[in-house]
């Protein structure tokens, strides 16, 4: 009785000292998550999720010129738009050949708001610029070409439309 009592306390012992030295590593433990850690023994809730690529992006460059005394400029696009769809409008920004890159709209800088709006009874986009410090039409006193980017998503009416950006779908 003594040789069955004794292997007992050393096989609870022996069961005790290997479940508490189990190390605790925290990490994402979803398999479907991208950054799922293989290594982690409890789930931190930091799991991230592949964003879905929209469905039916279109893409359209073109330029507007802004000419002195000129405070809104219309442009039609080529792309359809139906309501509900999610509209992104950026405008490029050059300050050397090596630093080049796209902002969204709406865009301000200095005194100058740029914003955009879609009509849809005359299906055109008016591209506006305000004073940013009194807040009235901001008049251009040279002419100016600005160079835009429009990206028209197709959206389903169930997925939420979360901020993203053209860089994002055209990578």
């Known amino acids: 009785m003594k040789a069955i009592t004794i292997t007992t ?62 405070y809104l400029v219309d442009y039609i696009p080529t792309i359809p738009f139906e309501n509900g769809d999610l509209m992104i409008l950026e405008r490029r920004i050059i300050l050397s050949p090596t630093d080049d890159y796209w902002i969204s709209l709406p865009y301000s800088f200095d005194n100058l708001t740029m914003n955009f709006v879609y009509v849809t009874s005359y299906p055109s986009i008016s591209v506006y610029c305000r004073d940013s410090d009194t807040n009235q039409p901001f008049q251009w006193t040279t002419s100016t070409t600005v160079e835009y980017r429009l990206a028209v998503i197709k959206w389903d009416g169930i997925t939420p439309v979360e901020e993203i950006s053209i860089e994002a779908l055209t990578e």
């Open 9 to 70: 306390v050393l096989c609870i012992l022996s069961a005790l000292t290997f479940t508490s030295c189990k190390k605790k590593i925290y990490g994402c433990m979803d398999d479907a998550a991208t950054n799922k850690s293989d290594l982690a023994t409890i789930d931190d809730g930091s799991c991230t999720y592949p964003v879905p690529e929209p469905e039916n992006v279109q893409i359209e460059y073109f330029s507007l010129t802004f000419n002195p005394g000129d």
